[in-house]
């Protein structure tokens, strides 16, 4: 296959920056891979690991002879990250992104960008509630949808970007970032704070109820730990950073769960029963969709 980027570099080591790395280097072998991370911790084992062509100690030697740069950090570090690397930069490279918020990271990154190069944001719609170097795999974007915002660059760089994250097995798509973000915050964001949520609350029971509700956890409950296990900086940083869409979608829940809980008041059966079948159905339109693992 030929490879769309001759030299590429990953800025953070954690689930995405290892997965891209371990992705790149199964299916596009001859692509050069820079790593970096700010943590020594993180390099260390990324080198053991044998993640990438180099691990640089430095963000700048990492950057300098990249074609693409992706930034796989916490949103909330996006600016501070492009801040350090932007001088190092050559002529022409394009950074993307692989943020779960966009419109703050576009926000955040675009002033930064030098003239002569190009920002192209973009997210992947895959993930887990792992993190850090070792919990990457070569396999997490194949059939995954992987979000393109064209953010007004030229139709070359784009298909250039998409070819790549498309040899990876990615299913790329374009999408604009408001509508970005209010579909994010249904699908990803909301589900993520109700897990939070109902954890939490078990955590503050007396203990002995704690202790029972942990013993004796059915699949409902179980399915939200893993959800509110995914780490805490990255879940902090999107609804600090989609708290617009996060605050409509929660507005909208709040709303539908007081109906509910009326409805479950006064033994409405019916109301109880159409909702609940409406929503059977879109578990089997994701299922067909092949987007369940
Ligand atoms: P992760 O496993 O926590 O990895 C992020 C890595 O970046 C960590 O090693 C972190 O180090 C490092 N980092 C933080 N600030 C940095 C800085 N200023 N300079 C250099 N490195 C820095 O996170 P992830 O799951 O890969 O997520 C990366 C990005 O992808 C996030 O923007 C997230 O929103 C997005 N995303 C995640 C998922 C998912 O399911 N996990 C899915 C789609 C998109 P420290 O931990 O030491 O700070």
Redesign the pocket.
């Known amino acids: 296959m030929t490879q769309p980027y001759n030299h590429i570099a990953i800025?953070?080591?954690?689930?995405?920056?290892s997965s891209l790395a371990l992705a790149t280097k199964r299916i596009l072998p001859d692509t050069h891979i820079s790593l970096?991370?700010?943590?020594d911790d993180?390099r260390a084992e990324a080198g053991q690991l044998g993640l990438g062509t180099e691990i640089h100690d430095q963000i700048s030697t990492a950057v300098s002879n990249a074609e693409l740069v992706v930034l796989?950090?916490?949103?909330g570090?996006m600016a501070?990250?492009m801040a350090e690397l932007a001088d190092s930069l050559k002529p022409d490279t394009v950074i993307t992104?692989?943020?779960?918020t966009k419109r703050s990271v576009i926000k955040d990154i675009s002033p930064l960008v030098p003239d002569d190069c190009h920002f192209i944001p973009s997210?992947?719609?895959?993930?887990?509630e792992f993190?850090?170097p070792a919990?990457g795999f070569a396999t997490l974007f194949e059939k995954r949808y992987w979000l393109i915002l064209p953010n007004g660059n030229e139709q070359i760089k784009i298909d250039r970007l998409a070819g790549y994250l498309g040899a990876l097995g990615a299913m790329v798509e374009f999408m604009d970032t408001e509508y970005h973000d209010r579909v994010l915050a249904i699908t990803s964001h909301l589900p993520h704070l109700i897990a939070y949520t109902i954890v939490g609350t078990a955590v503050d029971l007396e203990t002995q109820l704690k202790e029972d509700v942990i013993k004796y956890s059915a699949s409902g409950f179980r399915d939200f730990t893993r959800i509110a296990a995914?780490?805490p900086?990255?879940w902090r940083?999107?609804f600090i950073n989609n708290d617009e869409a996060v605050l409509e979608m929660l507005q909208r829940f709040t709303e539908d769960l007081s109906y509910l809980q009326r409805a479950i008041r006064w033994k409405e059966k019916d109301k109880l029963f159409e909702l609940f079948t409406r929503t059977r159905d879109i578990r089997r339109s994701i299922i067909d969709m092949g987007q369940d693992s």
């Open positions: 800025i953070g080591i954690g689930l995405i920056g970096y991370d700010h943590a993180v796989a950090v916490p949103v570090a501070e990250v992104d692989t943020g779960s997210h992947p719609l895959a993930g887990t993190s850090g919990s995914s780490d900086t990255m940083d999107v």
